[in-house]
């Protein structure tokens, strides 16, 4: 199964404004190249590191990254 998703609107990360643009779950659920599972895994772990968002927020996008991931095998 190949889910394809267009965001419109202003970036927005996990715990930031997510009203006023995509979520960082929204990414993690719709991501189509195994190649941003890695990116986004990252900019998760240092959004958590910079404050924007929590700890826990940033494992759950890390957790539904890789079920996308699995998902994409």
Same mark, same amino acid.
């Given at each position: 199964m190949k889910i394809?998703?267009?965001?419109?609107?202003?970036? @927005? #990360? *996990?715990?930031?404004?997510?009203e006023d643009g995509s979520s960082a779950i929204e990414a993690a659920a719709a991501y189509t190249d195994p190649a941003d599972e890695g990116?986004?895994?990252?900019?998760? @772990? #240092? *959004?958590?590191?910079?404050?924007?968002?929590?700890?826990?927020?940033?494992?759950?996008?890390?957790?539904r990254l890789r079920q996308r991931g699995r998902q994409l095998q």
């Open positions: 394809l998703a267009d965001f419109a609107g202003v970036e @927005a #990360h *996990a715990g930031v404004r997510p990116k986004l895994y990252i900019a998760a @772990a #240092h *959004a958590a590191r910079d404050g924007l968002c929590t700890p826990k927020q940033a494992t759950h996008v890390q957790n």
